[in-house]
């Protein structure tokens, strides 16, 4: 027997005995362990962004048990169990890949993308373009995927040229309200307007605004632990080096000057 399917069987039978006799797991409803799944996801993309295969697959395995979790209180209660999910993606891969189970031709990943939104919009007549876009995800990548959404029916700008003039175009504005007193509801507004660009123009250059800001988190982070680490030397609190010595500090940990023992 296939050791995928093995394990699989493997792990739900685990879940009936845990939901069955233990106190914590017997008591849990779908309401209880959002929150704790939207913590896993969260520890997965993290493991993702440092390219942790390891860790990848412990947190994969992670939200595995969430999903089996959640079949079997689905199940508990008689609205559908782990056959039904299993089957129901199935059917989805199938019908949105016409190119592999049909006769569909496609030339790129771009028309597989278009032809996904179309099928959804066939499928389900009352359907937005922008339904499958949680309002809770956060509002960077909420920005990508909206556009994403919307390119794949044809609203976007012909080339990263045209869209990278929108991010302009903004900037232009929100520089032109800056300019204006009592203008906070105004720069606000316009300042949104540019990050969202932003946010569309890394559809046209492949780059996933998401990833990319929580990769300058991480870097901003690390360098700013040098900057207190060489603050410590000096048996200082950060809060009292002059900025010339931040500065200093900033560059030693961008690799721009080497390490000195002041920032003289």
Same mark, same amino acid.
């Given at each position: 027997?296939?050791?995928?399917?093995?394990?699989?069987?493997?792990?739900?039978?685990?879940?009936?005995?845990?939901?069955?006799?233990?106190?914590?797991?017997?008591?849990?409803?779908?309401?209880?362990?959002?929150?704790?799944?939207? *913590? =896993?996801?969260? #520890? /997965?993309?993290?493991?993702?962004?440092?390219? @942790?295969?390891? $860790?990848?697959?412990? %947190?994969?395995?992670?939200?595995?048990?969430?999903?089996?979790?959640?079949?079997?209180?689905?199940?508990?209660?008689?609205?559908?169990?782990?056959?039904?999910?299993?089957?129901?993606?199935?059917?989805?891969?199938?019908?949105?890949?016409?190119?592999?189970?049909?006769?569909?031709?496609?030339?790129?990943?771009?028309?597989?993308?278009?032809?996904?939104?179309?099928?959804?919009?066939?499928?389900?007549?009352?359907?937005?373009?922008?339904?499958?876009?949680?309002?809770?995800?956060?509002?960077?990548?909420?920005?990508?995927?909206?556009?994403?959404?919307?390119?794949?029916?044809?609203?976007?700008?012909?080339?990263?040229?045209?869209?990278?003039?929108?991010?302009? *175009? =903004?900037?232009? #504005? /929100?520089?032109?309200?800056?300019?204006?007193? @009592?203008?906070? $509801?105004?720069?606000? %507004?316009?300042?949104?307007?540019?990050?969202?660009?932003?946010?569309?123009?890394?559809?046209?250059?492949?780059?996933?605004?998401?990833?990319?800001?929580?990769?300058?988190?991480?870097?901003?982070?690390?360098?700013?632990?040098?900057?207190?680490?060489?603050?410590?030397?000096?048996?200082?609190?950060?809060?009292?080096?002059?900025?010339?010595?931040?500065?200093?500090?900033?560059?030693?940990?961008?690799?721009?000057?080497?390490?000195?023992?002041?920032?003289?």
């Amino acid at each position: 027997m296939d050791e995928r399917l093995v394990a699989f069987k493997r792990l739900l039978d685990i879940m009936d005995a845990v939901r069955a006799g233990c106190p914590w797991d017997s008591t849990q409803t779908i309401h209880s362990l959002r929150h704790l799944t939207i *913590e =896993e996801t969260y #520890e /997965l993309s993290q493991a993702i962004l440092n390219d @942790d295969l390891n $860790e990848v697959k412990k %947190e994969l395995g992670d939200l595995m048990l969430h999903i089996v979790f959640y079949a079997k209180i689905g199940q508990e209660q008689d609205v559908f169990d782990i056959a039904d999910v299993l089957n129901g993606i199935c059917d989805k891969m199938v019908v949105r890949h016409p190119h592999i189970f049909g006769t569909e031709k496609v030339e790129n990943a771009e028309q597989v993308e278009q032809n996904w939104e179309r099928i959804k919009l066939e499928r389900e007549h009352n359907r937005s373009v922008l339904g499958g876009v949680p309002d809770g995800l956060p509002s960077l990548l909420k920005a990508y995927r909206m556009h994403q959404k919307t390119a794949g029916v044809g609203f976007r700008w012909p080339d990263a040229e045209q869209a990278w003039q929108k991010v302009e *175009e =903004e900037k232009a #504005e /929100l520089f032109a309200e800056l300019q204006k007193p @009592d203008n906070a $509801e105004r720069i606000e %507004e316009e300042y949104g307007d540019l990050l969202f660009a932003l946010a569309a123009y890394g559809n046209y250059i492949g780059v996933n605004p998401d990833d990319a800001l929580e990769k300058t988190d991480k870097k901003f982070r690390q360098r700013f632990a040098h900057v207190e680490q060489r603050a410590r030397e000096q048996g200082k609190g950060v809060q009292h080096l002059t900025i010339e010595e931040m500065i200093a500090y900033w560059k030693e940990a961008k690799g721009e000057m080497p390490h000195a023992e002041s920032a003289e």
